[in-house]
């Protein structure tokens, strides 16, 4: 083998090292890279034969080395990163905005400024008026999702921000709350919001692309709870789930380029509907078997004692003030101290406990959604809780 076979065998193998690493930073197999090509400092000793422990410790750099590299690159090139959200604000998807603060947050859209608004799940459907969101806390739970358009998800932002299409969410699928584990029922296990989003990104040179983009877990991870499954189970059903709507939003993102080269552009958010539609009934398909599974975890979260009796605690100390009526729910929320909130049924059944931020609350209020209760209902709300099977035989903790 000649110095120059030699060479380009090298470079192959860097080739693919680095290729391998931009896969995993966010680009879609075959994609073209939006950077041509890295530099990259290598050490080559001129005196040991063979493989060393100094040359291993060398490859492992390398390999990391490689891996910032891409990162650092295809961050330049405004690229996209899986399982994350653009921050407007930062101008940037790494910042700490770009992501949940909690498992069971989903994409609520961005704020005016352009930072990314993370909401609790079940918040987001008390916020909607789903009456479903009893469902998350049933002694058999169910998952619940919702399709949220990429018109509503924007709507807030102002003026120009985002407007260059850098990164669109042309709409998402929130599920909630799915057992961490996918159903395997491996034992008691958190709960946690998914979120699937059809994203259309733009990079720096003007490429366009449709991705699906997931928020709460990574294909990575999906795969590996459906090993062993037999071809069966949720986890398996929600990776095949996945995989097919990245077929299909492949096909729709040539069907785009085409469309866009014989100057008639498609409205690819009405185009991207169907295959949200279909990932909401199928997301609720998929772990309905799994629910029966989480039942025993979700009891002892409930008999645990803890949210009831902090629930009754704060609904016995509330002020009139702190009461207020759901008029779309029919039903009474507790503001708590530190943006916990409970809901009651007329007839003090504690439903679930929430913890709101602030702005929640206020926009809420804002809304009219929940009006304060008045002297009289704050009196037989008082009363209906001290009444109810829940509330008798409980020590008041102090
Ligand atoms: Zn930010």
Redesign the pocket.
């Given at each position: 083998m000649g110095p120059q076979d030699r060479a380009a065998r090298v470079l192959e193998d860097l080739r693919i090292l680095a290729r391998e690493s931009a896969e995993r930073a966010g680009l879609t197999r075959g994609e073209r890279s939006p950077v041509e090509a890295l530099v990259v400092p290598l050490v080559v000793s001129l005196d040991r034969d063979g493989v060393s422990r100094g040359s291993l410790r060398e490859a492992d750099r390398l390999v990391r080395d490689i891996a910032a590299r891409v990162d650092e690159a295809l961050r330049g090139a405004g690229a996209f990163h899986p399982g994350r959200v653009h921050?407007f604000?930062?101008d940037?998807s790494d910042?700490?905005?770009?992501v949940p603060g909690s498992p069971t947050e989903t994409f609520a859209g961005w704020v005016a400024t352009g930072?990314p608004e993370w909401i609790d799940f079940a918040n987001l459907l008390l916020e909607r008026g789903d009456p479903r969101v009893d469902r998350l806390y049933a002694p058999s739970p169910e998952v619940v999702a919702i399709a949220m358009r990429g018109r509503d998800l924007h709507g807030r932002l102002l003026g120009a921000i985002g407007r260059d299409r850098s990164f669109a969410v042309l709409g998402q699928v929130a599920a909630g709350l799915i057992p961490g584990d996918f159903g395997a029922g491996r034992g008691p296990e958190a709960r946690v919001a998914l979120t699937l989003q059809v994203i259309e990104t733009r990079f720096a040179g003007g490429g366009r692309r449709l991705r699906l983009n997931l928020l709460g877990t990574t294909l990575d991870e999906v795969s590996a709870a459906s090993e062993g499954g037999g071809g069966r189970g949720s986890a398996e059903r929600l990776r095949r789930l996945i995989i097919l709507a990245r077929e299909r939003l492949d096909l729709l993102g040539r069907a785009a380029a085409v469309a866009e080269r014989r100057g008639r552009p498609l409205d690819l958010e009405a185009q991207a509907e169907p295959l949200l539609l279909h990932l909401r009934t199928e997301l609720e398909r998929v772990f309905r078997d799994a629910g029966h599974r989480t039942r025993h975890a979700v009891e002892r979260h409930l008999d645990g004692g803890r949210p009831t009796d902090t629930a009754l605690v704060d609904a016995r100390r509330a002020p009139v003030e702190r009461l207020r009526y759901d008029e779309q729910r029919k039903t009474v929320v507790v503001l708590g101290p530190r943006g916990r909130a409970h809901v009651f049924s007329p007839d003090g059944r504690h439903v679930t406990s929430l913890s709101l931020g602030p702005a929640e609350a206020e926009r809420k209020g804002g809304q009219h959604r929940w009006r304060p209760l008045t002297g009289p209902e704050a009196d037989d709300f008082r009363k209906a809780i001290a009444e109810h099977p829940c509330a008798k035989g409980r020590p008041i903790p102090s």
């Amino acid at each position: 083998m000649g110095p120059q076979d030699r060479a380009a065998r090298v470079l192959e193998d860097l080739r693919i090292l680095a290729r391998e690493s931009a896969e995993r930073a966010g680009l879609t197999r075959g994609e073209r890279s939006p950077v041509e090509a890295l530099v990259v400092p290598l050490v080559v000793s001129l005196d040991r034969d063979g493989v060393s422990r100094g040359s291993l410790r060398e490859a492992d750099r390398l390999v990391r080395d490689i891996a910032a590299r891409v990162d650092e690159a295809l961050r330049g090139a405004g690229a996209f990163h899986p399982g994350r959200v653009h921050c407007f604000q930062c101008d940037a998807s790494d910042c700490p905005h770009g992501v949940p603060g909690s498992p069971t947050e989903t994409f609520a859209g961005w704020v005016a400024t352009g930072k990314p608004e993370w909401i609790d799940f079940a918040n987001l459907l008390l916020e909607r008026g789903d009456p479903r969101v009893d469902r998350l806390y049933a002694p058999s739970p169910e998952v619940v999702a919702i399709a949220m358009r990429g018109r509503d998800l924007h709507g807030r932002l102002l003026g120009a921000i985002g407007r260059d299409r850098s990164f669109a969410v042309l709409g998402q699928v929130a599920a909630g709350l799915i057992p961490g584990d996918f159903g395997a029922g491996r034992g008691p296990e958190a709960r946690v919001a998914l979120t699937l989003q059809v994203i259309e990104t733009r990079f720096a040179g003007g490429g366009r692309r449709l991705r699906l983009n997931l928020l709460g877990t990574t294909l990575d991870e999906v795969s590996a709870a459906s090993e062993g499954g037999g071809g069966r189970g949720s986890a398996e059903r929600l990776r095949r789930l996945i995989i097919l709507a990245r077929e299909r939003l492949d096909l729709l993102g040539r069907a785009a380029a085409v469309a866009e080269r014989r100057g008639r552009p498609l409205d690819l958010e009405a185009q991207a509907e169907p295959l949200l539609l279909h990932l909401r009934t199928e997301l609720e398909r998929v772990f309905r078997d799994a629910g029966h599974r989480t039942r025993h975890a979700v009891e002892r979260h409930l008999d645990g004692g803890r949210p009831t009796d902090t629930a009754l605690v704060d609904a016995r100390r509330a002020p009139v003030e702190r009461l207020r009526y759901d008029e779309q729910r029919k039903t009474v929320v507790v503001l708590g101290p530190r943006g916990r909130a409970h809901v009651f049924s007329p007839d003090g059944r504690h439903v679930t406990s929430l913890s709101l931020g602030p702005a929640e609350a206020e926009r809420k209020g804002g809304q009219h959604r929940w009006r304060p209760l008045t002297g009289p209902e704050a009196d037989d709300f008082r009363k209906a809780i001290a009444e109810h099977p829940c509330a008798k035989g409980r020590p008041i903790p102090s």
